[in-house]
Each structure stands twice: as structure tokens, then as C-alpha cells.
């Protein structure tokens, strides 16, 4: 694999395949964390709990996801992106496993546990292989492209994975994960070439999460770090927890059917960031682009929750509640505006040397998933005492002050 360059015609086919190889472990990792989406209610029922008791304890999973973005960034500086991808991916086998076969809370908190730190590299793996083989320029749109392929995904947890839950209950997708994981594992290290650190550290473990720490609080990454903290959390509160009960309780469509909306969602998560990075590219105003569809997003948000019944939206349409086709349409669009995270990456690369890419997208991946386990801790809550409504108008709350802290910390890239 050769050295970076802006010419297309410079990505190799064997980097080509190898990025798409470590790009189907991020599906498969977007795939396990937005299964309870599609069946909050039956595994609560299962386990005898609440749904929003259940709705915070899958919060462990991105909790671990988080707490392991340190470790995994250097770990891939160290030694290199495909001991670390192999690794995982067994981890990840395990974890689902043991989740497929939870008996109670606390033993589907052990293997959602197991999967937050087994999965948590499978975005970094392709992420930071093409950061340290292309150019800048090249990674903004490889990075739009491994995002897509592993929205796949979450594509594949709604209405392929409500048809299987009806028909063999919601731990089957867990074990269609797990031989998932054996697939990826298979494909790559067939694919995947076995090469040392193209910029080996030598230093500690220690020192090394001690660099990714402060890389994340450095001044020219702060306001990259405080978006992403909120960005991705506000598409996968909705998408991996929320999105289904909003559908089935209060708009009355059944799994299937909600399954069906999840999946236009996923499809526009898909498409956006290709579209995004194909705008980026062509425009060059970034740090515009990424405030404007983040806070647009917020504004989709709150006009979702306004929707339900017997609130604003509702009653200046003049009926009880606003139709589903109506969260149809926000789906889509909220699905295409949070597209933008993948540029989030691209500033944060810009920003540092390549010897140290690994630890700074392990930066922000870090304030990614740190984000969004703290936004579904905080959501159950808000949903037991305010009702979903409220999840809704507080998650557009939160990104909206992402969007400002963002374009006070950052200038023009």
C-alpha cells in the first residue's frame, strides 16, 4: 500500500478491500448496539424490568465502547490495525454470545459490557488505516464511505431484525452476530495485510491514553470534541433506543411497520455521508457545513417531539396527533443533516501530525460513544419522569448547545 495521495487512481485495490474488510466490523458493531431499538419491550419483559430501567443499562455497552477508546488508540499506533481488528472481533463473537444467552439484567450488562469493548475499535480499524495511507483530502471521503458501509448495519436491526424477533425472538440477533463476527474475522485476515506500525511508539501504555486525553482537551480540538459529544449521540438515542417505542407507543405502528420507518432512517444515515463528503469537497466551508446540518438536525429534532399528541405541531395542524408518515419524512431528513459526523474526523486529522492520527481519532470517536452513553443514561430518565416527548425535545437541546460551544472553538477549516 502506497504512500497518500490525491490522485484516485492512487488508492490500491488491495487497500480498497482492506478498508472494506475492517468497514464490515463497524457494521457489525452498528448492528449489535441498535438491536434493543427493535426490542426494548420483549427483552424487558423478559428480564422483568422497565423499559427505561433496561433503556439505561444499555448504556454499559457504550460506557465500555467509550472507556476503551483510549487503550484500542494506542493500541493500533503500537502494533498496528490488524492484530488489534482480529482481537476484537473474537471479543466480539464472545460478547454476543453472552448476550444472546442473558438470563437477567445483570448478566445481559456483562455481555453488553463484553460487546462496548470488543466492539469499540471496529471504526477506528478502517478509520485509522486510511488516515495513515491517504491524504487529507482522500480521507474526508474515505471516511463518508466506511461510515456508510457501516450504517449497514443498523439497516439491517429494523425490519430484517423485526421479522426475526417475531418470528424467533430478540436473542437471535445476537447469535446472527456472532457468526457475523466469525465471517468478518475471516475476511480479514484473508484481506487485511500483516505490517508492523507505519509510526511505531515506543513510549508506555500509559503515556500513550495520557496522549489521547490530552489531545481531546487541547485547544484546536475542543470545539471538534464538544460536538462530538452530542453529534452522534442524537442520531443513536434515536435510532439504537428510542425510535422504536416513539413508533410502536405513540404512533401505534407495529414492529414490523416501525421496523420499516427505522429503515428509511438507516438508508438516509447510509446515503449522507457521501453526500456529505461529496459537498464538503466540492464547497470547502466545513466548519460550516457541519454546524449547519448539526444544528438543523436539533431543529428536526424538537419538531418531531412537537408532533405528538396534543402538542404544538399537532394542534396547528389541527388534529390530535401528527400522522407517521410525518416522523417518516423527519426520519429521513434527520438521517441525512447528523450525516455530517464523519467530517468531524477530517477536522480532527487536519489538526495533527500523522504519527499521532490514531490517538487523536481515537479522541474523538471517545467523545462519540462517551456522549452517547451518557445521552442514554440521561434519556431513560427523562423518558420515566416527562415521557418521550420530552427524550426528544432534550436530545435537540443538547446538540443545539454541541452547535454553539462547536463554532465558538473552532475557526474556518
Not at 511505531?200 to 470534541?225: A, F, N, T, Y
Not at 443545539?400 to 462547536?406: D, E, K, R
Request: with cysteine; proline share 5%; aromatic share 8%.
Amino acid at each position: 500500500m502506497g504512500a497518500a495521495s490525491d490522485n484516485a487512481g492512487d488508492t490500491s485495490r488491495a487497500l480498497i478491500f482492506a478498508l472494506v474488510a475492517l468497514a464490515c466490523g463497524h457494521m457489525l458493531s452498528t448492528l449489535l448496539r441498535t438491536i434493543p431499538a427493535i426490542s426494548l419491550d420483549l427483552m424487558a419483559a423478559d428480564f422483568r424490568i422497565e423499559p427505561q430501567a433496561l433503556a439505561s443499562l444499555t448504556a454499559v455497552y457504550h460506557f465500555a465502547f467509550a472507556a476503551s477508546q483510549i487503550p484500542v488508540g494506542a493500541a493500533m499506533d503500537r502494533f498496528g490495525v490488524r492484530p488489534v481488528s482480529l482481537g476484537l472481533l473474537a471479543g466480539t463473537v464472545f460478547g454476543a454470545v453472552a448476550s444472546g444467552f442473558a438470563t437477567g439484567p445483570s448478566s445481559f450488562a456483562v455481555g453488553q459490557f463484553m460487546l462496548g469493548v470488543a466492539t469499540s475499535g471496529m471504526l477506528m480499524c478502517p478509520m485509522t488505516l486510511a488516515a495513515k495511507q491517504l491524504s487529507a483530502a482522500r480521507f474526508g471521503l474515505w471516511s463518508g464511505a466506511i461510515l456508510s458501509i457501516g450504517n449497514i448495519g443498523m439497516l439491517l436491526s429494523s425490519s430484517p431484525l423485526a421479522f426475526v424477533i417475531d418470528n424467533y425472538g430478540w436473542r437471535a440477533g445476537f447469535w446472527i452476530s456472532a457468526i457475523g463476527g466469525i465471517l468478518v474475522a475471516l475476511a480479514v485476515f484473508v484481506l487485511v495485510p500483516s505490517q508492523p506500525a507505519e509510526h511505531k511508539d515506543d513510549s508506555s501504555p500509559l503515556s500513550q491514553m495520557i496522549e489521547v486525553i490530552r489531545l481531546g482537551l487541547s485547544r484546536p480540538l475542543r470545539g471538534v470534541i464538544a460536538l462530538a459529544l452530542v453529534s452522534l449521540a442524537s442520531s443513536l438515542v434515536l435510532r439504537g433506543l428510542w425510535g422504536g417505542p416513539w413508533l410502536m407507543e405513540i404512533k401505534g405502528l407495529t414492529r414490523v411497520e416501525a421496523g420499516n420507518q427505522l429503515g428509511a432512517f438507516t438508508l438516509a444515515m447510509i446515503a449522507g455521508p457521501l453526500l456529505v463528503g461529496m459537498i464538503d469537497r466540492r464547497l470547502g466551508r466545513r466548519r460550516e457545513l457541519v454546524a449547519g446540518t448539526h444544528a438543523f438536525a436539533a431543529l428536526l429534532l424538537a419538531l418531531m417531539a412537537l408532533g405528538a399528541p396534543h402538542l404544538a405541531v399537532a394542534w396547528l395542524f389541527g388534529v390530535t396527533v401528527m400522522p407517521p408518515h410525518y416522523d417518516l419524512a423527519l426520519f429521513v431528513l434527520i438521517g441525512l443533516f447528523t450525516s455530517a459526523q464523519p467530517l468531524l474526523f477530517g477536522m480532527s486529522r487536519q489538526l495533527v501530525d500523522a504519527q499521532v492520527a490514531g490517538k487523536a481519532l481515537a479522541a474523538v470517536n471517545l467523545a462519540f460513544f462517551l456522549g452517547t452513553a451518557l445521552m442514554q443514561s440521561a434519556t431513560g430518565a427523562v423518558a420515566a419522569l416527562a415521557g418521550l416527548p420530552a427524550v426528544l425535545v432534550f436530545t435537540a437541546a443538547a446538540l443545539a448547545l454541541g452547535v454553539l460551544i462547536f463554532l465558538i472553538y473552532t475557526r474556518p477549516v
